[in-house]
């Protein structure tokens, strides 16, 4: 039986430096949440200083907070080589920052294009590189990506498609980059959810009749919570799922299964 109980080790995280993007709120809250109770000491970057601050408190010692503009190389390259100058390593990196501006095509602005590819594609990329450079040193590492559902479906609820256009590039990121690191150790994987009931779906919950549609289209008919993404991105990153790399995990209540 002891024996047994010890398996339950390679769903831990102890002693790891886990980097969160997106960290101070919902889905990256979460995931720093169960993250710190895994075992790992959990680093909360956030475009929102005081948020990832306060949320890093709640956590407790295990926890502390930087700002940082993921779609800003310079800012990226520092934040990371700080990381693991005073933290020792980098061991996880969750890659969840994001951001959606929800437009018809025909009137999407080529700067509002922009300012999505650069944070949820570019920022992505640029994180993922700054966590590799350091865990390729050290022959190890894992890295999960927030992509949706939407980077695998064309939605149709209402338009979106930076969004689903961005999502799409890293969920293919995610394959490349698990391609070109393994021989060097390190995992690369996604989680793709669906609507997750956090402030990033703020507006659309304004509308009871998309919020029905939603729940229709969806086979167990309610939005995801954010513990339950959380839950997902702790079986990437840990030794419990060692020999799953370039893999897309969706979180999505049967919704891709239709």
């Known amino acids: 039986m002891q024996e047994d109980a010890a398996l339950l080790d390679a769903f831990r995280l102890d002693g790891r430096v886990a980097v969160i993007t997106g960290g101070a709120r919902g889905i990256g809250y979460e995931t720093a949440r169960l993250f710190t109770a895994a075992g790992a000491r959990t680093v909360l970057v956030d475009l929102d200083e005081a948020a990832a601050r306060e949320s890093a408190a709640r956590l407790g010692p295990q926890a502390s907070s930087l700002r940082l503009d993921v779609s800003a190389e310079a800012d990226v390259t520092r934040v990371f080589d700080e990381i693991a100058s005073t933290q020792g390593r980098i061991d996880v990196l969750v890659n969840n920052a994001g951001m959606a501006l929800r437009r018809p ?154």
């Open 105 to 258: 095509s025909t009137e999407l602005s080529l700067a509002d294009w922009q300012r999505v590819v650069d944070v949820n594609m570019t920022g992505v990329f640029l994180c993922a590189r700054a966590a590799a450079r350091h865990m390729l040193t050290r022959g190890s590492g894992t890295i999960v990506n927030t992509a949706s559902i939407m980077g695998l479906s064309g939605g149709g609820l209402y338009p979106n498609i930076s969004y689903q256009a961005t999502k799409g590039a890293v969920v293919n990121m995610t394959r490349a980059l698990a391609v070109e690191w393994a021989p060097g150790g390190l995992r690369v994987n996604a989680v793709a959810p669906t609507w997750v009931d956090t402030e990033f779906i703020g507006p659309l919950k304004n509308s009871p009749e998309l919020m029905r549609e939603i729940q229709r289209v969806t086979p167990l008919g309610r939005l995801a919570q954010p513990m339950e993404v959380a839950q997902a991105i702790l079986f990437l990153a840990c030794p419990a799922s060692s020999m799953v790399t370039g893999h897309v995990l969706a979180v999505d209540g049967g919704f891709l299964a239709q």
